[in-house]
């Protein structure tokens, strides 16, 4: 019988806002790590994954909830819980050999056995003959290999990873998740667990046995899904494809009633403040001419995400514009373009933006907010700072940035207002 | 061009390389220098008088060495503070509040006014030995050097990544392991950069400070700028020039000795891994790696170092970190501002009520409006020396052979303390019976021009290639290109120039407004001519109210002019 390693229990965090308020990022997270398990956090970006991840790690105290860790609770960085990072967190004034000896010196081991052991954990992870190289040296795939042996060398409980393989190229992320799973089934890691962060569908599915989906703004975890295949997992077998099916249908489905501030992808933007994805009017273009030209208008998601190359982290926001803007829906894990998005598609440049300009002021409140108020001022114009406070009551100071940003980029395809960085403002002045 | 070490040519070859001889002369004379120099440092004041500075350039190697040491104790005291005051105020909130609003204010304060305070101070705490006024000399340059280097390393302290950071915690790793792994390798790179523009600049003060005359105390420590300050008394030309030419021997020596290895060595240290960019080289530095006699001796120091480190004390690991949260600390905060004001108002009050004590409104009148003539001299002479090196500064920095060139020279001008040059043109001036209101301002802007030249070579070098050739591809010529390309782009790095140019002419006033040549004593109307007098005069008060007064308009206009530029120029021009 194993033991649990880590179980969070109600766990919720909250960061304060700069109007005082609090931000509400993780909500009521129950998370249990047998020993002998790989579990992934799967969800888009702002999903809080990697807040979860570094409460865990004793980066951060827990607002409200627990975190216990081998029985005990966590109020710090605790012995026994290492990180990989998603962008490797080397030293680069250390060799790669002192860089995997960092955590063994802190914990004051005597000279010859941190040798030994950094010089092992090296060999484990095929660094051999890179000991005395600089990270600046070093490519992408070997940076990370440094990451995940200064992490083993002192042999913790639990190995924490964000996100440890997306700064590298797909071939290289192949090479590494195949060693470590093997590492991992061979018995061979000094390692009792493992909690991987990921926004990368297919991998949580390679690696994972357990694989908990999250939901953004807040993060809550919306499902729990088991993975029992057998390692090493085929990508092309029917289970393996059923179950990245289930994942993506699980991740866009629609909620039935409106969320008040956000909520879980797919959902339509009933408020003005709502986030917007940031994603641009060509790329929009793009996927809904792809949509009509490759698929007759109607395609599976996974097998459209694969085929367009295009990751979760970027598949969904673009899935999120087309549903608010109407131009496209998600059904049962199939993207399809709607009437409108047809007549878009078959549109010429001026008509598109004249189709664009009439979802946009009809489906995103905020745009038809801003476009509003610039029409009842007499001189037309409204400086940046006035919605930014507004959004900012609502959501984090980033997120208001990067909705702002969003809007204008696309009223500004639209003609549906101008805005000038130099002076900060909205205007009419180019109406159409 | 890569020399290779033998690994053995047989004999000597095996235990001592070329490298390993031209190492332990470099270190030898080193060794040499500093317990020359040491020696006389505890020597009673007496001993001073016995043997005045003589005008004999034999001495000017000796003197030349003790200017040196004085400039390299300054340094080490400044980095001593920086580590302390910066680390301080990037770590706890409420120590910041009231550290780098001072610092701000004490960057503003004309150096060469610190001197005439704390003269005195010093010379009391060691009564009638040289020491004393030898702490005087190396405080004033520890002024000249100290508060760059501390903001310098604040800023990295607070802007360290947040992966590493994240790393360091994860890993369990001590506050003080943390610091020397962490913090300060992520801090090198500029700081080293600080430190060696400091050393620079304050060549000027070193020289200031070594005849220091404040009313009745007057001291002059053997040195390069007392050798000066006697040559100029005899209106001695031909000393003068060798005066000079020792600078120029020094400054180079340490130009390839010090700077270049330590920004050269601190490269390792840089924290983007862009590849493609071209690593700065020092042959010194290169010596010491490659030689294998420097490797062995400095083994045993390199494993205590590491043994440091790991020190068992301190081990307590650093506890999850919060952010502010505002409600609860309200009170706290609120406290802690109160207490704030209250010491603000009370140092206020001492200072007012002692400049005030002697003071009338003319006095504050009169220094007042010399301090706008200073400010008007300098307008016109920061003005002039843009039109000038502007121009010069893009056609340069556009053309990469010129500019490898150009900016170590530009450098090493800066470096030059300027005040060697001025009892040049003060004969010409005394000769040639020119106006010194005119004629002397130059003077101020003599050695801080090069810091616009430098900056406004180092912009236009680093606009992108791109950029320029698609200028070239769309003819864009004439002024045209210098409108929209050339200027705008170099605009953040000129203003960063003219910056430390206007700084620095504001103290040179002190030095340039008043100029002596024998017996003639010229004299312009300003503010430096104002504080000059008040010190030889020993007039505490007024001396405060000079250096008040040359404070607030410092600081005015770079909050006025200069911030709100430097920041309309980043926000506007800067490229990527």
């Keep these: 019988m194993s033991n649990a390693l880590l179980d969070i229990h109600a766990l919720r965090q909250t960061f304060p806002r700069a109007d005082g308020g609090e931000l509400l990022v993780l909500d009521g997270i129950e998370l249990k790590l047998m020993e002998g398990q790989i579990v992934g956090l799967l969800g888009r970006t702002g999903s809080g994954k990697s807040t979860l991840l570094r409460s865990i790690a004793g980066l951060m105290p827990a607002s409200a909830g627990s975190i216990t860790y081998l029985g005990q609770p966590v109020l710090g960085p605790a012995p026994g819980i290492a990180m990989v990072f998603q962008s490797f967190a080397l030293f680069p004034w250390l060799t790669v050999l002192e860089n995997v000896q960092l955590g063994l010196e802190a914990l004051g081991l005597p000279d010859a056995e941190i040798r030994k052991r950094a010089l092992a954990a090296i060999d484990l992870i095929g660094l051999d003959g890179y000991e005395s190289a600089y990270p600046r040296e070093l490519s992408g795939g070997m940076r990370q290999r440094v990451g995940f042996a200064r992490a083993l060398v002192v042999h913790p409980n639990i190995l924490l990873m964000d996100e440890p393989f997306s700064a590298l190229d797909v071939l290289t992320a192949e090479t590494l998740r195949t060693d470590l799973i093997e590492l991992w089934g061979d018995g061979k890691l000094p390692i009792k667990g493992i909690i991987i962060v990921t926004h990368n569908i297919e991998e949580a599915v390679l690696m994972c046995d357990r694989i908990l989906l999250f939901s953004s703004n807040p993060g809550r975890i919306i499902r729990e899904i088991a993975v029992d295949l057998k390692q090493p997992r085929n990508r092309l077998d029917p289970s393996f494809r059923d179950l990245v099916e289930k994942i993506y249908v699980a991740m866009t489905a629609r909620t039935p009633t409106p969320p008040k501030i956000g909520g879980a992808a797919g959902t339509v933007a009933t408020s003005i403040d709502t986030r917007l994805p940031r994603v641009s009017a060509n790329l929009l273009s793009g996927v809904l001419e792809t949509l009509a030209g490759e698929y007759n208008g109607k395609a599976d998601l996974p097998v459209f995400a694969e085929e367009q190359h295009l990751e979760g982290d970027d598949l969904f926001p673009v899935a999120d514009a087309l549903q608010m803007l109407h131009l496209g829906e998600i059904e049962g894990g199939d993207i399809k373009l709607t009437d409108v998005g047809r007549q878009y598609v078959e549109a010429g440049t001026d008509d598109r933006k004249k189709i664009f300009q009439r979802q946009l002021l009809a489906y995103v409140p905020l745009a038809a907010h801003i476009r509003r108020v610039l029409q009842e001022r007499s001189n037309h114009v409204a400086p940046k700072s006035r919605f930014f406070d507004e959004l900012e009551d609502h959501m984090s100071t980033e997120d208001a940035e990067a909705t702002l940003r969003s809007v204008t980029a696309w009223a500004r395809y639209a003609e549906a207002f101008a805005y000038d960085d130099d002076s900060q403002t909205f205007s009419l002045e180019n109406p159409t | ?576």
Excluded: C
């Excluded at chain 2, 090493?412 to 001036?429: Q, R, Y």
């Excluded at chain 2, 003639?520 to 005069?537: D, K, N, R």
């Design chain 2, 1 to 576: 061009m890569r020399l290779n070490v033998p690994i053995s040519v047989g004999g000597w070859g095996r235990f001592f390389t070329r490298w390993d001889v031209l190492a332990v002369l470099l270190i030898l004379g080193l060794l040499v220098f500093l317990g020359e120099a040491s020696r006389h440092l505890l020597q009673p004041l007496s001993e001073l008088q016995r043997e005045p500075i003589s005008l004999d350039p034999r001495n000017l190697p000796e003197y030349a060495a003790r200017t040196t040491l004085r400039m390299l104790l300054a340094m080490v005291l400044s980095l001593i503070f920086t580590f302390t005051y910066a680390t301080l105020a990037a770590k706890s909130k409420q120590a910041e509040r009231l550290l780098i609003p001072m610092l701000d204010i004490l960057q503003s304060v004309p150096i060469l006014g610190f001197i005439s305070i704390t003269v005195v101070f010093f010379m009391a705490l060691a009564p009638g030995r040289v020491l004393g006024a030898e702490f005087a000399a190396i405080f004033a340059i520890f002024t000249s050097q100290a508060w760059n280097m501390a903001f310098s390393f604040y800023q990295s302290l607070r802007t360290v990544p947040s992966e590493l950071d994240e790393a360091s915690r994860n890993f369990g790793l001590s506050p003080w392991m943390r610091f020397w792994r962490l913090d300060v390798p992520f801090a090198m790179p500029q700081l080293i950069w600080n430190m060696m523009m400091s050393m620079s600049g304050s060549w000027f003060f070193v020289v200031a400070s070594e005849a220091i005359s404040v009313g009745n105390t007057t001291i002059t420590l053997p040195g390069v700028g007392s050798y000066i300050a006697l040559a100029i008394e005899h209106r001695d030309l031909a000393a003068v020039g060798y005066a000079i030419l020792t600078m120029l021997v020094v400054i180079l020596i340490y130009d390839q000795v010090l700077f270049r290895p330590l920004v050269a060595w601190a490269d390792r240290f840089r924290f983007e891994q862009e590849p493609g960019v071209v690593p700065p080289e020092s042959w010194v530095l290169d010596v010491m790696r490659r030689s294998r006699l420097i490797d062995r001796l400095t083994e045993p120091f390199a494993s205590s170092w590491r043994r440091l480190l790991i020190a068992g004390w301190w081990k307590e690991a650093v506890p999850a970190k919060r952010e502010a949260r505002p409600p609860q600390h309200g009170w706290i905060t609120f406290q802690w501002a109160a207490v704030l004001v209250a010491l603000t108002a009370l140092a206020l009050w001492q200072v007012v009520s002692f400049v005030l004590q002697d003071i009338s409104v003319s006095d504050v009148l009169t220094a007042a409006l010399s301090g706008l003539a200073t400010f008007s001299r300098i307008v016109v002479l920061i003005a002039l020396a843009s039109i000038i090196w502007v121009p010069i500064g893009v056609w340069v920095g556009t053309r990469r052979q010129v500019a490898n060139f150009v900016q170590p020279v530009a450098q090493f001008l800066a470096a030059f303390p300027a005040n060697l040059l001025f009892p040049i043109a003060v004969s010409a001036i005394v000769a040639l019976r020119l106006d010194p209101n005119i004629w002397l301002s130059p003077l101020m802007i003599l050695g801080t021009q090069w810091y616009i030249l430098f900056n406004v070579v180092a912009g236009a070098a680093a606009i992108p290639a791109e950029l320029r050739a698609a200028g070239v591809n769309f003819r864009v010529r004439g002024l045209l290109w210098w409108r929209r390309i050339a200027l705008p782009a170099v605009l953040p790095y000129y203003v960063t120039g003219a910056i430390t140019a206007s700084g620095g002419s504001w103290n040179a006033s002190i030095v340039a407004e008043v100029a002596s040549w024998g017996d003639e004593h010229l004299q312009a109307y300003g503010l430096g001519a104002y504080i000059a007098q008040q010190t030889e005069a020993g007039d505490f008060h007024r001396i405060v109210l000079g250096i008040a007064v040359m404070s607030f308009f410092v600081v005015v206009i770079n909050r006025v002019f200069w911030r709100p530029l430097y920041l309309y120029a980043e926000r506007k021009f800067r490229i990527g």
